[in-house]
């Protein structure tokens, strides 16, 4: 199975500030990569794939970079509505795998 | 827009089995496109994804629960199923269903979620 390893596990951070999540696999995925945003109570929502493509309907301070191993997902300005859970996913091979989470929370 | 539901007893017993419904709304389970997934989420843990299966009838699943697990579609009803044999406390979760969809090739990522439910396996 590929471990996927996130960091930091929790984060503080203010409105309007710039935030990074990192995303480790345990063996190279070829950008096959998404990340989710999940609030408390509600199920996640796709917010990138392809490591760097934006769902539709995201909006645009979400960015995503990364290649072989190492993943970032960036935000750019924060929001209030940003303050959740980030997940990143693997689906480059079965069994698809996800990260333990980065909880980014109000400073 | 593409809606999903779960549905399905919130308490089973240990040692029984664990079974849910996915209702599909707003796209069909016969599409060639996508394939729905089960994936779920101990109270106050990470994502563990299940298994998905394609509208062929062809089914993928988590080697940690492959013993147990079975997804099943019925197109009549654009609804797909997952039964969990021989459950215990560890599969107390949160369970969501899920529409996958394969960008180039691969196995896929999820953009379409249901609000998920809550299964408490006790006596």
């Known amino acids: 199975d590929i471990q996927m390893t996130q960091s930091p596990s929790s984060l503080s951070a203010s409105v309007g500030d710039r935030v990074t999540i990192t995303c480790r696999a345990s063996q190279g995925i070829s950008n096959s990569l998404a990340w989710y945003q999940q609030k408390p109570g509600k199920a996640p929502k796709l917010l990138l794939y392809a490591a760097s493509r934006l769902e539709s309907g995201v909006p645009s301070r979400f960015s995503g970079s990364g290649s072989g191993t190492d993943y970032t997902l960036t935000i750019s300005s924060l929001q209030p509505e940003d303050f959740a859970t980030y997940y990143c996913?693997?689906?480059?091979?079965?069994?698809?795998?996800f990260g333990q989470g980065t909880r980014l929370e109000i400073k | 827009q593409v809606q999903l539901q779960e549905s399905g007893p919130g308490l089973v017993k240990p040692s029984e089995t664990l079974s849910l419904t996915c209702t599909v709304s707003g796209g069909s389970v016969s599409s060639g496109s996508y394939y729905w997934s089960w994936i779920r989420q101990p109270p106050g843990k990470g994502l563990e994804w299940i298994g998905y299966i394609y509208y062929s009838g062809s089914t993928n699943y988590n080697p940690s629960l492959k013993s147990r697990v079975t997804i099943s579609v019925d197109t009549s009803k654009n609804q797909f199923s997952l039964k969990l044999s021989s459950v215990t406390a560890a599969d107390t979760a949160v369970y969501y269903c899920a529409r996958g969809t394969v960008f180039g090739v691969g196995m896929p990522y999820f953009d379409y979620w249901g609000q998920g439910t809550l299964v408490t396996v006790s006596s």
């Open positions: 996913q693997q689906y480059y091979s079965t069994p698809i795998t």
